[in-house]
Each structure stands twice: as structure tokens, then as C-alpha cells.
């Protein structure tokens, strides 16, 4: 029996968005069930991220049936948001590349607008399964993504939070540990491992699906950002500097992309199989 289990599921249906915590979710090809099937967009059509609009993080959508969702933020009423019907496709910018969705209806432009004070429009990936190929670089033949940074799934473990965390403490701004998980944005948080162990992994098997681990992530400034207040610090990145660069990358957790799909539960025993 594996001493790893799965300790956490997060879905976050709005780039950049705070989601939700399923006791179980379906994986698809391009990711779990409703992950980043959403994003908003500027002006001229880019991405908007917590990279420039922190107040994002204190925004929340959680998914109802049939693909709409509920976002709601401080200050602002519930907005229930349908998925867009058929119709033009609005070509967005994300890290530099054009992917091609469908823009929602006008009502959650106005009100993220109105929440962030820039205009701001809400878009839709209508067709993950051709609309956006992951990184060549690391992908296999016909893999996709939805709206995450590049990748269908990140995991993360706690052993890894909490070496960092320690090094966090033994550094220049031990005041701002120890940092919660959700700095990471992960959509699979794993129990029982040992500390950075998942940089190893290759080829892992949850409940019905099993995933290829693609590489190790790279970090940005969003994991400065709490997510709780929105405020910005040094840290992760400070530490991440000294002590997990590989290559070019700061690096915190494992990105996946599903082999084979099924249904992964908060339980679940984690299997290495390479």
C-alpha cells in the first residue's frame, strides 16, 4: 500500500481566480473537470493575471452545472455566468501566443470592471480538446491545455511546503512564513512524500487516471501575492532563489499531463509508476 495519498483537489474555473476544494473531480485530457476553462482579458485582448491585477486573488468562481459558474468578490453581488453559446471566435493573447475563445456575456463584464476598475472582459475556451496545444517542447503528439500557464495539471506535495517553509524561516524574511499552500495554485496536493520528491516523478497513477509528469514549475511573482489580502512580498521567490533554480526557473511542485483520464478523489492512494 502507497503512504501517499491525495490530500487536496483545487479547481479554480477563472484564471487566476480563487476556486474550489472538491472531494473528487473528473480528469479530461487538457486538465481537471472545469480548471481554467475561463479568463478574463484586457483591452487589447491579453490575459489579465495576478501578475499585474493582485486583487484578482480575492475573487472566487465556483462551478455549477452544465459549465456555468458563480464568481463573486468583496463588495460585489453573485453573478451567475453562462457558458457563451456558439458564435465568433474572440483570439485572446496568453504568454505571447494567440488561443481562440468565446467572449461571455456582457453582464460579467461589467462586473469584473467594476471589481477591478479597468475594463475588463470575461472569455471562454469553448473546445480544449484542439484550441490550445501544451508546450512543444515537452509535449507529446495531440496534447492540450485549457487556460493554465501551460501545462493541464500542477501537483504539489506538503513535505516540499514544509522544507520550504523551514528555509523560509533560516532566511531574510522569516516573518513572512510560513506560507500556505494556496500561494502555489495546485490542483493536486499529495501527503506522505518526501521533500522535493515529486521532482522525480515521471509517470504516476491517481485513482483512475494516470499522468506524465512533463517538468518542475516555474515560479512567479503571483506566489508573492497573499491570497487572502492580496498583498505582495518577497517571498517565496527570495528563498525559491537560493535554493530551487534549475536552469532558468525557480521551481515549486510538478506539472502533469493526463495519459489516461478517470476520477481522482481526496483519499486516493498516489502510485509511482516511473
Not at 472566487?60 to 463588495?75: C, E, M
Not at 462586473?111 to 475556451?125: C, D, P, Q, T
Not at 518526501?194 to 514549475?217: K, M, P
Request: charged share 25%; with cysteine; glycine share 8%.
Amino acid at each position: 500500500m502507497s503512504n501517499l495519498r491525495v490530500q487536496a483537489l483545487h479547481v479554480h474555473p477563472v484564471k487566476s481566480v480563487a476556486g474550489t476544494a472538491p472531494d473528487e473531480v473528473a480528469v479530461e485530457p487538457w486538465g481537471l473537470s472545469g480548471d481554467r476553462r475561463w479568463a478574463l482579458v484586457d483591452t487589447e485582448g491579453a490575459v489579465m493575471t495576478q501578475r499585474r491585477h493582485a486583487r484578482l486573488a480575492l475573487a472566487a468562481a465556483r462551478p455549477l452545472d452544465g459549465g456555468r459558474i458563480a464568481v463573486s468578490a468583496p463588495g460585489m453581488a453573485e453573478l451567475v455566468v453562462e457558458v457563451p453559446e456558439p458564435g465568433p471566435l474572440e483570439p485572446v493573447t496568453l504568454f505571447g501566443k494567440k488561443v481562440e475563445t468565446v467572449v461571455a456575456a456582457s453582464a460579467a463584464a461589467d462586473w469584473f470592471s467594476a471589481y477591478l476598475g479597468v475594463e475588463a472582459r470575461l472569455v471562454h475556451l469553448d473546445d480544449p480538446a484542439v484550441r490550445r496545444p501544451v508546450d512543444p517542447d515537452y509535449a507529446l503528439p495531440g496534447e492540450t491545455v485549457s487556460l493554465a500557464d501551460g501545462y493541464p495539471v500542477l501537483l504539489s506535495t506538503l513535505a516540499s511546503l514544509d522544507a520550504l517553509n523551514s528555509l523560509i524561516a533560516r532566511g531574510d524574511h522569516p516573518e513572512e512564513g510560513p506560507l500556505p499552500m494556496n500561494r502555489f495554485r495546485p490542483n493536486v496536493v499529495v501527503s506522505g512524500a518526501e521533500a522535493w520528491a515529486e521532482d522525480g516523478w515521471r509517470r504516476i497513477a491517481i485513482g483512475d487516471a494516470v499522468f506524465r509528469g512533463a517538468r518542475e514549475c516555474g515560479r512567479c511573482i503571483v506566489t508573492t501575492t497573499d491570497q487572502e489580502t492580496a498583498e505582495r512580498g518577497k517571498e517565496p521567490l527570495k528563498t525559491l532563489a537560493l535554493h530551487r533554480r534549475i536552469g532558468k526557473s525557480l521551481t515549486f511542485g510538478r506539472l502533469l499531463v493526463p495519459v489516461r483520464v478517470g476520477t481522482v478523489r481526496v483519499g486516493d492512494e498516489v502510485h509511482i509508476l516511473d
